[in-house]
């Protein structure tokens, strides 16, 4: 799956310092490229800087991406171009800057940290740090991937017009529900396929919209709507994914959207070469006040080890400034 999506980028090196990058139609979002997918075409590009240009640095892992949506991404073939300035060249770690731009205009600006997770550069001690509240187990992922009934755990896709990519991803969603304000838990695979660090990348904005959820008004990415959809649907079929279809007309019709201000993720560790097959993620959000709102994500393997922790800012705005109406004139 990992390759899937790297295709999708179909990333290509011009000079030491630029790229290019293709934006595929499975990446839409209403009128905008998906924050998720522009994440991983940055991680990707800088992890591809990392491992020629700056090959002798020796530091080919991402510890820390953050990134500034400046500017909504359009779908397009080409034209898409990521410039590379090298900011600090260090021992441990190095610092880049990466500017994603269409037709001359700065759609993204990120900072990427690297590292090589191969060197220890200091000391490391247990915390007493835990997921409050705790999840459920983890599910029996060959009795899932075989359409066995899990006890805890209610296997679902998502199709339609809105990120038509996530067809490709299989989520398990808490048997019993949401139940704590601001917490939603789940599992996901690529379709049992190896993710990548690029993949998590994306992953960390494959998530309930926390906004929704958290105002339960019914919108296509409300957890609770969802939820209530795939309880209904395993009564009758249980064990077999239940296929969550939105359109483009009730994303124009939904009260809200969430438009992401600010990215950051830091990696924990270096994936196995291999990549990993099923990835938990808690999604929180501590406070939606007057359209503002942050969320957490913390995504770990199936040993519930760490891999990466992930922060947005996020504008809570009218939904038809993505999926309808005129586009608002920037003024950047």
């Not at 990993?276 to 040993?303: K, N, P, Q, S, Y």
Request: aromatic share 6%; net charge neutral; glycine share 6%.
């Amino acid at each position: 799956m990992a390759n899937i999506l790297r295709d999708q980028i179909n990333l290509k090196q011009t000079s030491s310092h630029t790229y290019t990058i293709s934006t595929h139609p499975e990446w839409a979002a209403g009128l905008a490229l998906h924050g998720g997918c522009v994440a991983a075409a940055i991680h990707h590009a800088a992890s591809t800087h990392l491992s020629t240009t700056l090959a002798a640095q020796n530091q080919p892992d991402i510890l820390t991406l953050h990134i500034e949506f400046l500017r909504a991404c359009d779908v397009r073939e080409n034209g898409s171009v990521v410039t590379v300035t090298d900011l600090k060249l260090g021992l441990g770690t190095s610092t880049i800057q990466l500017v994603l731009s269409q037709s001359g205009k700065t759609k993204v600006l990120a900072l990427a940290t690297s590292t090589n997770f191969d060197k220890p550069v200091g000391p490391s001690a247990p915390t007493a740090w835990s997921f409050h509240p705790p999840p459920k187990p983890a599910p029996d992922f060959a009795k899932v991937l075989a359409h066995q009934p899990d006890e805890n755990w209610i296997p679902a896709r998502i199709l339609g017009d809105v990120l038509p990519f996530t067809h490709r991803i299989l989520y398990l969603n808490p048997r019993e529900g949401f139940k704590f304000d601001g917490v939603c838990d789940a599992w996901n695979t690529a379709n049992g396929e190896p993710m990548d660090a690029t993949f998590l990348a994306f992953m960390t904005d494959i998530i309930p919209s926390m906004s929704d959820t958290l105002l339960r008004n019914g919108g296509l990415y409300d957890a609770h709507r969802r939820q209530a959809q795939a309880m209904q649907w395993d009564q009758e079929h249980p064990g077999v994914p239940v296929k969550l279809v939105n359109t483009l007309k009730e994303a124009m019709e939904g009260t809200f959207n969430n438009f992401t201000v600010t990215l950051d993720i830091e990696f924990k560790r270096r994936l196995p070469k291999e990549g990993v097959r099923w990835v938990f993620e808690r999604t929180a959000t501590r406070m939606l006040e007057d359209g503002r709102m942050d969320v957490d994500v913390t995504i770990c393997d199936e040993m519930m080890a760490i891999l990466c922790l992930s922060r947005q800012v996020i504008l809570v705005l009218d939904a038809k400034r993505r999926f309808g109406g005129k586009k608002p004139q920037s003024t950047l």
